[in-house]
């Protein structure tokens, strides 16, 4: 039964600011009043109106010091301690606990679901707070359907949107937007704005979970509008997530900015929700442009207590303390453990026991990266949270992960493969001078001198190509073409004297040969900063390109190639090493170029075998396209092609085939019959 208090007809009816005009200005208020507005004013995230509002209850002190016939005034009471409770839980209190538990008491003896369901939420927050998950859940069953027998559609909305917020803690994502979706329903249909735009913003964090940042950025836009039309403080969490999807995407300076604003509207209300996670972001985002800052954000991350715990301030501390130059090499010359490590532990201990799946694999990336141990020892942490963000789905974070190992072993096709998936993704190169895993690591390296061979001709001296005038002589990038050709293996002197000097005496080429090795040198070390052969070895027989501190595109392409053909299938690393064969080589030497085509044909045609007929079709097409005459390969691709029911596309490759082996004088085989997928004769 509602109060006869006509403020507590317009709070229950959800018209917040009508209710409190029919409120007297001072003195004491009905229990049933006071938690009806005050739980209003606490999810529009006025919290300091909500506590005076709760401390003008009169009977605000223990519910249960007189034990009221009337179920209705338990239930009022339970409601007002459960709103007691949820307001010190949002800022961090300590009381929590005890305010839950006489909430439940009352509710208990109220016999009253609406008021069980309150009380229940109560004790989940409170379990929440200490940690312990199993209690949470079963806290909200109990408080679930409780709202469901009193179809108390508000309560229902938030418990919904809060189990949602412990789903997708865990890592749950999909099942946290399954949660939430039912959330937004019954938000909608009841016209519930406050619970509704936290449940978007619950559902916006899940997708951000799973690394989707267009979807994370369109449900956060809305649930701050929604908050924004309410004039709530609670805007504060909407750009809180804004912040995140730009720091995700690698946008410092818009992430900055966010998580500026996001603190400015919770310190005034004491939101430590959103404070610890907002000082936390920023420490992370401000470290690509003031390092100062980044230090002094994640102090008062650590400083903020929050019911949420300290996994995410410990872990930008963490990172911010690894990425900060010469702070974690100057403690292990101490003998010390670095902070960085110290930090992660921290936060792997405290994510383990609140089940948070992300939190967990973060801080095992962060210790793999901190301390020092064994490149297996770390090798094997970054591999467990790799599984961790397999099996959540964040396919951002496994990007990442990847990048991480591969730089750790040296493997650069699987570092390129990450890197483009980040691009995919929607991840810009500014995410590499955000505290974090990448910025640890640093940007792929440039190499002192790069040369390219495969597809165009160019030489890079950090990064920069040679310019045409440096060359001095034609002959110069010849021989330089020449070695590259060979991928860092040595060339005989009068083999390389034979091909720049075809219709010279061997004496004058062999010295002219001696003459233009001095010239290579000079091109791509101007400055002498290395010595003679560091790049251009030499001897009395032969010389080559030193591929240890030469980047050679042949060289790298060849290795892989053979490292990826000779291990199990692993579509991934296959296709990062296909993407490495540019175009072919664009030097004079036909056995080389045809060798290293070879090489790339098989690279697709391993592809093909192991896709879907779908995904196949294109990569025999690019078979096709490198050998007009691979019959092997035009079989393969008529095949997926008629295996996946595409018989007009078939036949045409049926033709283009047929004819190709016409022009060869090699008899086609016979045309595949529909829908079989076998050659039949027609």
Same mark, same amino acid.
């Given at each position: 039964?509602?109060?006869?208090?006509?403020? #507590?007809? #317009?709070?229950?009816?959800?018209?917040?600011?009508?209710?409190?005009?029919?409120?007297?200005?001072?003195?004491?208020?009905?229990?049933?009043?006071?938690?009806?507005?005050?739980?209003?004013?606490?999810?529009?995230?006025?919290?300091?109106?909500?506590?005076?509002?709760?401390? /003008?209850?009169?009977?605000?002190?223990?519910?249960? =010091?007189?034990?009221?016939?009337?179920?209705?005034?338990?239930?009022?009471?339970?409601?007002?301690?459960?709103?007691?409770?949820?307001?010190?839980?949002?800022?961090?209190?300590?009381?929590?606990?005890?305010?839950?538990?006489?909430?439940?008491?009352?509710?208990?003896?109220?016999?009253?679901?609406?008021?069980?369901?309150?009380?229940?939420?109560?004790?989940?927050?409170?379990?929440?707070?200490?940690?312990?998950?199993?209690?949470?859940?079963?806290?909200?069953?109990?408080?679930?359907?409780?709202?469901?027998?009193?179809?108390?559609?508000?309560?229902?909305?938030?418990?919904?949107?809060?189990?949602?917020?412990?789903?997708?803690?865990?890592?749950?994502?999909?099942?946290?937007?399954?949660?939430?979706?039912?959330?937004?329903?019954?938000?909608?249909?009841?016209?519930?704005?406050?619970?509704?735009?936290?449940?978007?913003?619950?559902?916006?964090?899940?997708?951000?979970?799973?690394?989707?940042?267009?979807?994370?950025?369109?449900?956060?836009?809305?649930?701050? #509008?929604?908050?924004?039309?309410?004039?709530?403080?609670?805007?504060?969490?909407?750009?809180? =997530?804004?912040?995140?999807? @730009?720091?995700?995407?690698?946008?410092?300076?818009?992430?900055?900015?966010?998580?500026?604003?996001?603190?400015?509207?919770?310190?005034?209300?004491?939101?430590?929700?959103?404070?610890?996670?907002?000082?936390?972001?920023?420490?992370?985002?401000?470290?690509?442009?003031?390092?100062?800052?980044?230090?002094?954000? %994640?102090?008062?991350?650590?400083?903020?207590?929050?019911?949420?715990?300290?996994?995410?301030?410990?872990?930008?501390?963490?990172?911010?303390?690894?990425?900060?130059?010469?702070?974690?090499?100057?403690?292990?010359?101490?003998?010390?453990?670095?902070?960085?490590?110290?930090?992660?532990? /921290?936060?792997?201990?405290?994510?383990?026991?609140?089940?948070?799946?992300?939190?967990?694999?973060?801080?095992?990336?962060?210790?793999?990266?901190?301390?020092?141990?064994?490149?297996?020892?770390?090798?094997?942490?970054?591999?467990?949270?790799?599984?961790?963000?397999?099996?959540?789905?964040?396919?951002?974070?496994?990007?990442?992960?990847?990048?991480?190992?591969?730089?750790?072993?040296?493997?650069?096709? =699987?570092?390129?493969?990450? /890197?483009?998936?980040?691009?995919?993704?929607?991840?810009?190169?500014?995410?590499?001078?955000?505290?974090?895993?990448?910025?640890?690591?640093?940007?792929?390296?440039?190499?002192?001198?790069?040369?390219?061979?495969?597809?165009?001709?160019?030489?890079?001296?950090?990064?920069?190509?040679?310019?045409?005038?440096?060359?001095?002589?034609?002959?110069?990038?010849?021989?330089?073409?020449?070695?590259?050709?060979?991928?860092?293996?040595?060339?005989?002197?009068?083999?390389?004297?034979?091909?720049?000097?075809?219709?010279?005496?061997?004496?004058?080429?062999?010295?002219?040969?001696?003459?233009?090795?001095?010239?290579?040198?000079?091109?791509?070390?101007?400055? @002498?900063?290395?010595?003679?052969?560091?790049?251009?070895?030499?001897?009395?027989?032969?010389?080559?390109?030193? =591929?240890?501190?030469?980047?050679?595109?042949?060289?790298?392409?060849?290795?892989?190639?053979?490292?990826?053909?000779?291990?199990?299938?692993?579509?991934?690393?296959?296709?990062?090493?296909?993407?490495?064969?540019?175009?072919?080589?664009?030097?004079?030497?036909?056995?080389?170029?045809?060798?290293?085509?070879?090489?790339?044909?098989?690279?697709?045609?391993?592809?093909?075998?192991?896709?879907?007929?779908?995904?196949?079709?294109?990569?025999?097409?690019?078979?096709?396209?490198?050998?007009?005459?691979?019959?092997?390969?035009?079989?393969?691709?008529?095949?997926?092609?008629? %295996?996946?029911?595409?018989?007009?596309?078939?036949?045409?490759?049926?033709?283009?085939?047929?004819? %190709?082996?016409?022009?060869?004088?090699?008899?086609?085989?016979? /045309?595949?019959?529909?829908?079989?997928?076998?050659?039949?004769?027609?």
């Amino acid at each position: 039964m509602v109060s006869e208090h006509p403020a #507590s007809a #317009s709070a229950q009816a959800g018209r917040l600011d009508e209710a409190l005009r029919l409120l007297p200005p001072e003195g004491p208020l009905p229990a049933g009043v006071a938690w009806r507005i005050g739980v209003l004013l606490h999810a529009r995230g006025r919290f300091d109106a909500a506590a005076l509002i709760y401390a /003008r209850a009169s009977d605000a002190g223990d519910a249960l =010091t007189e034990r009221a016939e009337d179920g209705t005034e338990l239930a009022d009471r339970a409601q007002l301690l459960a709103g007691r409770a949820s307001l010190s839980w949002a800022q961090g209190g300590a009381d929590v606990g005890a305010l839950a538990e006489q909430a439940v008491l009352a509710a208990e003896a109220s016999a009253d679901d609406a008021a069980r369901a309150a009380a229940y939420v109560a004790r989940a927050l409170a379990a929440y707070q200490a940690g312990d998950r199993a209690a949470n859940e079963h806290a909200y069953v109990l408080a679930l359907s409780a709202a469901e027998r009193a179809s108390d559609v508000r309560q229902q909305v938030r418990i919904r949107t809060n189990i949602g917020s412990r789903l997708l803690e865990e890592g749950r994502y999909r099942a946290a937007i399954a949660e939430l979706d039912e959330a937004i329903r019954l938000g909608d249909e009841a016209a519930l704005p406050e619970f509704l735009a936290l449940a978007r913003h619950n559902r916006a964090e899940s997708w951000l979970g799973l690394g989707e940042l267009r979807r994370a950025r369109e449900d956060a836009d809305a649930a701050l #509008s929604g908050w924004q039309r309410m004039g709530s403080p609670q805007a504060a969490f909407g750009l809180l =997530t804004i912040a995140r999807v @730009h720091r995700q995407r690698g946008l410092a300076s818009q992430s900055v900015a966010a998580y500026r604003e996001a603190i400015a509207l919770a310190e005034p209300t004491g939101n430590a929700q959103v404070l610890a996670e907002a000082w936390a972001g920023l420490a992370r985002a401000a470290f690509a442009d003031d390092p100062a800052e980044a230090a002094r954000a %994640a102090r008062n991350a650590l400083e903020t207590d929050t019911a949420g715990g300290a996994v995410v301030p410990e872990l930008a501390a963490g990172w911010v303390a690894l990425c900060s130059a010469g702070t974690d090499a100057a403690d292990r010359a101490a003998g010390q453990r670095p902070p960085a490590a110290l930090h992660a532990a /921290r936060a792997k201990a405290e994510a383990g026991r609140r089940r948070d799946a992300a939190g967990l694999a973060e801080a095992l990336e962060l210790g793999a990266l901190a301390d020092e141990r064994s490149l297996t020892g770390r090798l094997s942490d970054l591999a467990e949270a790799a599984a961790i963000w397999a099996e959540v789905g964040n396919g951002l974070a496994t990007a990442t992960n990847a990048i991480v190992r591969a730089r750790l072993t040296g493997d650069q096709p =699987t570092e390129a493969v990450g /890197r483009r998936r980040l691009q995919a993704l929607g991840v810009r190169d500014g995410v590499w001078q955000i505290a974090g895993p990448l910025a640890a690591l640093g940007p792929p390296p440039v190499a002192e001198v790069a040369i390219q061979a495969l597809g165009e001709f160019a030489v890079l001296l950090a990064g920069a190509p040679v310019p045409t005038a440096a060359w001095q002589s034609r002959k110069a990038r010849d021989l330089v073409k020449l070695l590259a050709a060979r991928a860092g293996g040595p060339i005989g002197r009068q083999t390389l004297a034979a091909a720049l000097w075809p219709d010279a005496e061997a004496g004058i080429a062999g010295r002219r040969l001696a003459v233009l090795i001095s010239t290579v040198r000079g091109v791509i070390d101007p400055d @002498h900063r290395r010595p003679a052969g560091f790049f251009l070895t030499a001897d009395e027989a032969s010389a080559r390109l030193d =591929t240890r501190n030469v980047a050679l595109d042949t060289a790298a392409f060849t290795a892989a190639a053979r490292s990826a053909l000779a291990a199990p299938h692993d579509e991934e690393r296959l296709e990062a090493v296909a993407a490495l064969y540019t175009g072919e080589l664009c030097v004079g030497d036909e056995s080389a170029r045809v060798a290293l085509a070879d090489l790339h044909r098989e690279v697709l045609r391993r592809l093909a075998a192991g896709a879907r007929p779908e995904t196949a079709a294109g990569w025999y097409r690019r078979i096709v396209a490198t050998d007009r005459y691979d019959e092997a390969a035009h079989l393969g691709l008529i095949g997926v092609l008629t %295996a996946a029911g595409r018989h007009g596309e078939a036949r045409r490759a049926y033709d283009d085939y047929a004819t %190709a082996m016409h022009e060869i004088d090699v008899e086609p085989a016979p /045309r595949f019959g529909p829908g079989t997928g076998r050659l039949n004769k027609t």
